[in-house]
T-cell receptor, first 118, second 112 residues
Framework: GAVVSQHPSWVICKSGTSVKIECRSLDFQATTMFWYRQFPKQSLMLMATSNEGSKATYEQGVEKDKFLINHASLTLSTLTVTSAHPEDSSFYIC??????????????FGPGTRLTVL | GENVGLHLPTLSVQEGDNSIINCAYSNSASDYFIWYKQESGKGPQFIIDIRSNMDKRQGQRVTVLLNKTVKHLSLQIAATQPGDSAVYFCAENYNQGGKLIFGQGTELSVKP
């Protein structure tokens, strides 16, 4: 159980185009999903926290108009990179947190999406 | 902030030896800590966690130690195997919203 999928697993796009990445919790309901970005040989950097049915909360320095997050259901969150540029090339990872009454809920991570912008 | 321009520290061990990976966390108010393993091109995989009211927790072949006085976390892997080769990250949680802040990471290389 507790599987999180991401689609696509990799994408190559031209500069100036927009790319949508999906994050799904396959066998549980996730009230909260998180989006991370990871550059080569570096750690995961939290971009935003996405709560079902409400606006995402972005970390300092992350442009909300560039990285659009939608969490329309308890099993799906999407990240859209708008007007992508080569510096947006990175490994994007989502995680999902199960809805329970427990304070310390484990986050389940997706396999990541490799974005390459030409 | 972003880890700009940093490179992962590496730890190289012989197969069968014990490994110790260290992590310094940033926020004294953090109350929950997790170790993750990340293989190349994959998402992080949960290894073990510990709450701030504990100083040690053991799992299968792994032990996590927490020293709140110096804000230090360590992961001990017993009888390290080639399949343990990966990057290991510690993460801290300092609010009940579940937001995790990841540490720098250590690349573990196991020589057969």
């Amino acid at each position: 159980g507790a599987v999180v999928s991401q689609h696509p697993s990799w994408v190559i796009c031209k500069s100036g185009t927009s790319v949508k990445i999906e994050c799904r919790s396959l066998d549980f309901q996730a009230t909260t999903m998180f989006w991370y970005r990871q550059f080569p040989k570096q750690s995961l950097m939290l971009m935003a926290t996405s709560n079902e049915g409400s606006k995402a909360t972005y970390e300092q320095g992350v442009e909300k108009d560039k990285f659009l997050i939608n969490h329309a259901s308890l099993t799906l969150s999407t990240l859209t990179v708008t007007s992508a540029h080569p510096e947006d090339s990175s490994f994007y990872i989502c995680s999902a947190r199960e809805r329970t009454g427990v304070a310390y809920n484990e986050q389940f991570f997706g396999p990541g999406t490799r974005l390459t912008v030409l | 902030g972003e880890n700009v321009g940093l490179h992962l520290p590496t730890l190289s061990v012989q197969e069968g030896d014990n490994s110790i990976i260290n992590c310094a966390y940033s926020n004294s108010a953090s109350d929950y800590f997790i170790w993750y393993k990340q293989e190349s091109g994959k998402g992080p995989q949960f290894i073990i966690d510990i709450r701030s009211n504990m100083d040690k927790r053991q799992g299968q072949r792994v032990t996590v130690l927490l020293n709140k006085t110096v804000k230090h976390l360590s992961l001990q892997i017993a009888a390290t195997q080639p399949g343990d080769s990966a990057v290991y990250f510690c993460a801290e949680n300092y609010n009940q919203g579940g937001k995790l802040i990841f540490g720098q990471g250590t690349e573990l290389s196991v020589k057969p």
